[in-house]
């Protein structure tokens, strides 16, 4: 079974400043990793992808992630946030077997101000 | 390409009525994915189809919900009878085997029962 384990459920920072969004995970078996954002009253929408390859993934809206497997982790970064960024960030896994179902971290809430 | 329709966007409705869900996917994908959203949590998968097939329905309650896709395209997720701990936003995703396995996802369906 696998799970996904988002160590922040709110991070509040000032606009310009860089942020990371910590994502652990555990598995028995090689995974996929994905972040998300939703917007208020939005579906989710997918920010990055890691399947394999280089270890660090560049996404949208300036964001990116590296994949680290010894410590299990797939933090998300932006060196300068801005007000729009604010939004719920969720972490997924997936071992992309059985239909490539993903397992949802609980959500961090990224609070911008200004 | 038009996204992934779902409606309606919101229902309220009483304990022990029925409800039902409506989703259209993205044109060509076969994957189907039906999830639940708690307020304050990461989504949670309920059941997942493969054209008009179940691929999982492990985590779907089917003592009161059932789903459907009848023609391998659009679904309905039915609530009968719907209890207060089902309040949630009722996600609907598709993914195709040549994306990448990124799934996407429709704006969602908020529930309150009352």
């Known amino acids: 079974a696998q799970s996904v384990t988002q160590l922040d459920s709110q991070v509040p920072v000032f606009e310009e400043a860089p942020v990371e969004l910590r994502c652990n995970y555990s598995?028995?078996?090689?995974?996929?990793l994905f972040w998300y954002v939703q917007y208020p009253n939005q579906g989710l929408q997918l920010l990055l992808k890691?399947?394999?390859?280089?270890?660090l993934v560049k996404g949208i809206n300036g964001f990116e992630a590296e994949f680290n497997k010894s410590q299990t982790s797939f933090h998300l970064r932006k060196p300068s946030v801005h007000i729009s960024d604010t939004a719920e960030y969720f972490c997924?896994?997936?071992?992309?077997?059985?239909?490539?179902?993903?397992?949802f971290g609980g959500g961090t809430r990224l609070m911008v101000k200004p | 390409e038009a996204g992934v329709a779902q409606s309606p966007r919101y229902k309220i409705i009483e304990k022990r009525q029925s409800v039902a869900f409506w989703c259209n996917p993205i044109?060509?994908?076969?994957?189907l994915y039906w999830y639940q959203q708690i307020l304050g949590q990461g989504p949670k998968l309920l059941i997942q189809?493969?054209?008009?097939?179940?691929?999982?329905d492990s985590q779907l309650p089917k003592d009161r919900f059932s789903a459907e896709r009848l023609k391998g395209v659009d679904s309905t997720l039915k609530i009968q009878p719907a209890k207060l701990e089902d309040s949630a936003v009722y996600l609907c995703?598709?993914?195709?085997?040549?994306?990448?396995?990124?799934?996407?996802f429709g704006p969602g369906t908020r529930l309150t029962v009352t």
């Open positions: 995703a598709s993914s195709s085997l040549h994306r990448g396995l990124e799934q996407y």
């Open positions: 598995s028995s078996v090689s995974v996929y």
């Open positions: 890691y399947l394999s390859g280089s270890t």
């Open positions: 997924a896994v997936s071992d992309g077997n059985a239909g490539n179902m993903l397992t």
């Open positions: 044109s060509g994908h076969a994957t």
């Open positions: 189809f493969q054209n008009n097939g179940v691929v999982d």
